[in-house]
């Protein structure tokens, strides 16, 4: 069974920061792009970050260009985003997802905003920013 599992949510304060994980079971991740989305109440899902499998090729939206970095472990099939400087704009429930390489020709940095194209989701883990 294919599944994703993220871990690493919580209450922080504005400023702080948080690593959130996603381990990858069933499955290994070095023929997956993987991207981590977010969805907001009463909002529309988002992309934050992707990244391909060999880790070279990465893309961020731009509300977290500079705060957020993405990462993976291939040998450990996981994945992280570590979270800096937070603000309460990014309160909200955060997805890992991953994509078969297959499914595309080459990197395209627009599908980390294109959540319907991906194909594995974790559960989400709720990150909350407020003090």
């Known amino acids: 069974q294919l599944q994703l599992v993220e871990s690493g949510g919580g209450l922080v304060q504005p400023g702080g920061s948080l690593r959130l994980s996603c381990a990858a079971s069933g499955f290994t991740l070095d023929l997956y792009d993987i991207g981590w989305f977010r969805q907001a109440p009463g909002k529309e899902r988002e992309g934050v970050s992707c990244?391909?499998?060999?880790?070279?090729?990465?893309a961020y939206a731009d509300s977290v260009k500079g705060r957020i970095t993405i990462s993976r472990d291939n040998a450990k099939n996981t994945a992280c985003l570590q979270m800096n400087s937070l603000r309460p704009e990014d309160t909200a429930v955060y997805y890992c997802?991953?994509?078969?390489?297959?499914?595309?020709?080459?990197?395209?940095?627009?599908?980390?905003?294109?959540?319907?194209?991906?194909?594995?989701w974790g559960q989400g883990t709720q990150v909350t920013v407020s003090s």
């Open positions: 997802a991953a994509r078969p390489i297959q499914a595309r020709v080459a990197w395209d940095p627009r599908l980390c905003s294109r959540w319907s194209l991906w194909d594995y």
């Open positions: 990244i391909s499998p060999p880790g070279g090729r990465v």
